[in-house]
T-cell receptor
Framework: DTAVSQTPKYLVTQMGNDKSIKCEQN?????MYWYKQDSKKFLKIMFS???????INETVPNRFSPKSPDKAHLNLHINSLELGDSAVYFC???????????????FGAGSRLTVL | KNEVEQSPQNLTAQEGEFITINCSYS?????LHWLQQHPGGGIVSLFM???GKKKHGRLIATINIQEKHSSLHITASHPRDSAVYIC?????????FGTGTSLTVIP
């Protein structure tokens, strides 16, 4: 029973293509996140949704568009892929967005995107 | 400048050694997380701390909120502890991450 599941796990595509990564959580959490992990293993927040509403939108190119059809799903769509988009993208969820010590972060397994 | 700094960046230890990884942060928080990223890439949450100390098996995490500092200790280290350990803090709606400490434990 995977708590936070991402698909696909690996994605290899050509520059200029449009691709999506899907994320689903079965924990009943209200908040979901997308993170990008670069080649130096540094995790950086991209987006955060709480109950389907966007609450964090860091400085990412507008080629990246998150979509949350319901609070259990947060998908990431990337248009016109570039070489620099190659990275591992992690989805995560937590119970809520508030600054509460009770909010444990649960990660998906990651999706490795390679743009050729 | 990153809001969360970890040290060391890389650490190699002999099996059985006591290991310490440090995390300092510059923002006000109510909780700090220690994460472990396996060689295969998956990330799991080890601890969430708001004060004092927590212990789970051979892992111990401590935090000093006043000094904005946390440490992760591994006692009797084992090669299966080899991973990247990441410190994360949460001041508000998002998490700030450290750059990670890559630990290799040699048999």
């Amino acid at each position: 029973d995977t708590a936070v599941s991402q698909t696909p796990k690996y994605l290899v595509t050509q520059m200029g293509n449009d691709k999506s990564i899907k994320c689903e959580q079965n924990l009943g959490h209200d908040t979901m996140y997308w993170y990008k992990q670069d080649s130096k293993k540094f995790l950086k927040i991209m987006f955060s949704y709480n109950n389907k509403e966007l609450i964090i939108n860091e400085t990412v190119p507008n080629r990246f568009s998150p979509k949350s059809p319901d609070k259990a799903h947060l998908n990431l769509h990337i248009n016109s892929l570039e070489l620099g988009d190659s990275a591992v993208y992690f989805c995560a969820s937590s119970r809520g967005p508030t600054n509460s010590g009770a909010n444990v972060l649960t990660f998906g397994a990651g999706s490795r995107l390679t743009v050729l | 400048k990153n809001e969360v700094e970890q040290s060391p960046q890389n650490l190699t230890a002999q099996e059985g050694e006591f290991i310490t990884i440090n995390c300092s942060y510059s923002v006000g928080i109510s909780a700090l997380h220690w994460l472990q990223q396996h060689p295969g890439g998956g990330i799991v949450s080890l601890f969430m701390l708001s004060s004092g100390k927590k212990k789970h098996g051979r892992l111990i995490a401590t935090i000093n909120i006043q000094e904005k500092h946390s440490s992760l200790h591994i006692t009797a280290s084992h090669p299966r502890d080899s991973a990247v350990y990441i410190c994360a803090v949460r001041p508000g709606n998002q998490f700030y991450f450290g750059t990670g400490t890559s630990l290799t434990v040699i048999p």
